[in-house]
């Protein structure tokens, strides 16, 4: 009992997970020495925490933690860092997939250690002892002594676990015969505290001890441009406090001393119930104190305190210096009233700390600080913003809903077939079950997003499943420009990362190549058949609706004499709706299609179509010929009605199930290809999208809704949607681009209606229930609710279309390979049908407004011959020549590349400084300067701090040589390894 020892070789580390059961086991993403975040399998067993390459954890693990004499930290967003009080240790950051799930993981480690079982120990002796009068540890290995001596021995255990370290780093136990000969036998590692002897040493001595932890995060914030330095941030725990018996909150105050007085510099955001403790006594005190920095003399005091009685008791004080904060090390809390130990604060000053330049939500904006003159000598005031969309959430989750919609739909009617004969059934098959796996990933996926409350997806997220919906680092960054003595006026364009299957990979390509590769497996003629099926579903199902809605019309009217007089309009117009729908029924493909259908049924179902319909229709329509009726005609005419409705109802029906069977019967010869995987692709990467469109037309909408031209514009013409890629033609990159020009294509069959809305404060997005969007899963009718304040020049015409526009240009070192090598056949088609559309688009601008194509034809000359040299080389001039034009044309302008940070960063500012130089005259030779002013201090920098936390680019000096001068940071500015 005098002493205790902790034993273990590398053998035994590595074998000791893969026996009995563990605590937790998930994957993790850890930052690396390096700076970039890998995902590692993390396993948590005893007070031993492992980390491994994959699940396989009978393998060797990459590294281990001894958890004693340690502290966990929660971070920004669904990050934790784990600290180690020993020189020279460096905390180690972790990220978890959610929240709920990084606080799941804190809470599991702070159990995990001896001394937080030995604290839960002498938590559980206090209470039974103030029940019973007695001590019940009296008979077991612990001495018998007073609590606040065990409270002084833990102290002393954290001043030993100071001497050595708590990290074990498990070497590979396979190495080389060179390596073996040359390196050492390395001894079994040894891990001592003493369990039994009396404290001493005096604990002040630990709350005076500096780390290494404390001087790199002070490092890392005095080298972040971003952070104000006169701002420590500081988020504080404590561990082993001593709770009267029915308090389970407590209270914390940060004081300074100020004159001789203790003056309050801050106090958590803890509410009326205060902070809960846990059971161990363990408490975080949340958010982290950001309070200004002060002499380093200063004293500092911490006042923990609970409600008893109705009234503040005090629990316990700690004092120290402002420097002793900065070092990090646990500060003791003392009992004013007996002298005891009350528990250890243990303090970590952020390395990344909440300040409001980096915190999700928070607007970003940077002034650039030159002297900027028009011609006209007029200086002018430049300010860059970037703000996250309002529009991320609501789009996808109303999306992820409407997949919910369509794919129960589906089911409903593979159901209602019933079972087929030959392969038509096994295509019912596959698809029913693909529609089931779909389902339950969105039944996982809203409840996900359920829980999310930030408009913003990490760069680091983008390959994580849960978030595969989201677009990836999606902002609106608006340049607002003011002269002296004329209005201000600004520039937006959307940035974010590609719209694409990040987690689900690009082994078998994208979009573009599988789509390609389904309809090669097709014949042509299957290929029109199945569009052509589509079409009838949508005619028939929009025909039947109609006809039901006038039948409904008429039993109300029928049944008003005063309403007579428009039965003679119903009557004429359900004589045509049947005629209308008799011809369709007729069609020849039609037929034949219902033929086919009948084939693949065991058991006869559709009967003599046409005659369901004339039946009912032949005794409805001679009898509203009258112009008066009695009660019996009415009656008569009434259930003529009623059955004429069942008989259209049903007739739609029966088409739509024959249609789809024949639709599983060409679908049914395609092999080699799974078509659930091709369609739940799509939505993944049209839900990006359509969260794209939405952000870009409302920050258009926003900024011109007073412009009468522009919004009879969007209402003739439609919305002009420019996305330029900055996406390379090789390796993932290139089936990147794949998904995203089919996500281009999409967009452009969805629709937007203006709704005037006197509730909404601003742009409000629905889906609108269509008969498009039961057949077709991205052909939608977006509502945009407007508030009334915006609706000045909305008239009749309210529906808008979107023209998509895909201009794409790899400007990276993957793109030289790819120049070289002529892999650019992908990124010259895209364009050259872009080119086509937007070609189209301006010769109807120039045609609805003349005047303005005096400007736009040369623009439109200049854009086509850079995209032509832009087939050959790197052409920068494509983006300005494009982006000019698009804004010209009162177009919407998004900018991506990979994660929408880098190569994002490097065009929009380059856009910027060319909108400076063409719309208000700043002289070209500026243009480096402002380029390297606002890459090295302006908002991009800030959003790639955001992002991951480093506030570099990710270039190395190879990337840098291969991009294009113009798109080049400033030095010093790049080198983060974390895309």
Known sequence: QSSAMMRFNDRFLARFPAGGDIDKADFLDRREDKGGMLRRWVVLKGNLLYCFKDRDIAKEPLFCFVLEGYAVVPEDSTMFSLGFHCPGARPVLFRAFSVAERDTWITLLRDASYESQLRALLDLERRLTSLTGQSSLAATFFPKRPVAEMERHLAQRHQDLDRSSSVVEVKSLIRTRTDTASRPARPSGQLSGSHSQPLTGAMPSVARRRTSLGDDSLKAMSSNPFIDASVLSVTISCQGLPLPPGVENVFLSVQADKGGTWAEIYRPDEGPEGNFVAPDGSVAFMPPANFALVAPGTSIRFVVRAIRAGALEEIGVATCTLDEVR???????????????????????????????????????????????????????????????????????????????????????????????????????????????????????????????????????????????????????????????????????????????????????????????????????????????????????????????????????????????????????????????????????????????????????????????????????????????????????????????????????????SLCIRQLQILSHVTGFAPEDIEYRNDVVFSQALSILTTAFASSFNQKWDDRAFVAQITTLGFLLHIESLLSTHGDELHMLEDFSQAAIDLSAVQIELVPCAEATSIIFEIAGTDAATVYRHRLLLKARIPERMCAHIGDRRLVTVHAILLTHGVNEMQTIANSIGDTALQDDINAESMTRLEKYADDFMHRFPDRGISIRPMLTNCQRQIEAAKRAKNVELFTASEMLIRELNGGRVTCCKSGKDRTAMAVTLEECNLLIFKHGVDASMLQLMLDNLRGKGVRRQNVWKNIGDDRYAFNTLQIYALPVLLRPPEGTYGSSMT
Request: charged share 25%.
């Open 327 to 657: 070092a990090q090390a646990p500060v003791l809390l003392v009992n004013a009233a007996t002298r005891e130990a009350a528990g250890l604060l243990m303090l970590h000053c952020n390395a990344i700390p909440e300040s409001p330049a980096i915190r999700s939500g928070e607007l970003l904006s940077f002034r650039l600080p030159l002297q900027v003159f028009t011609p006209s000598k007029q200086r002018l005031t430049i300010t860059e913003s970037l703000a996250e969309s309002p529009y991320l959430l609501t789009t996808t989750r109303m999306l992820v809903l409407h997949y919910q919609r369509f794919d129960s739909e589906l089911m409903a009617r593979m159901q209602t077939i019933g079972t087929l004969r030959g392969s038509a059934e096994n295509a019912r098959l596959e698809m029913l079950s693909a529609a089931a796996g779909r389902l339950e990933i969105y039944r996982d996926h809203l409840a996900f997003l359920e829980g999310l409350d930030a408009n913003f997806k990490s760069s680091a997220s983008k390959k994580h499943r849960n978030v595969e919906m989201l677009t990836t680092n999606l902002h609106v960054q608006t340049l607002d420009v003011k002269a002296e003595d004329a209005p201000a006026r600004a520039y937006s364009a959307v940035t974010c990362g590609a719209a694409t299957a990040h987690a689900r990979g690009y082994k078998n390509g994208g979009l573009r190549m599988l789509l390609g590769q389904r309809a090669e497996a097709l014949t042509a003629a299957a290929i029109k058949d199945l569009e052509r099926c589509d079409l009838l579903r949508v005619t028939i199902q929009t025909h039947s609706r109609h006809t039901c809605m006038d039948l409904d019309e008429l039993c109300d009217v029928i049944r008003v004499p005063a309403k007579w007089p428009a039965v003679a309009q119903l009557h004429r117009l359900l004589g045509r709706r049947c005629s209308e729908l008799l011809s369709l029924l007729s069609n020849e493909f039609l037929s034949g299609s219902i033929r086919q259908a009948e084939a693949s049924r065991p058991v006869k179902q559709v009967q003599d179509l046409e005659v369901a319909i004339m039946v009912p229709r032949n005794e409805l329509l001679p009898g509203l010929a009258a112009s008066s009726f009695s009660d019996d005609a009415i009656e008569r005419l009434f259930q003529a009605a009623q059955l004429l409705r069942d008989a259209v109802v049903k007739v739609s029906e029966d088409v739509q199930d």
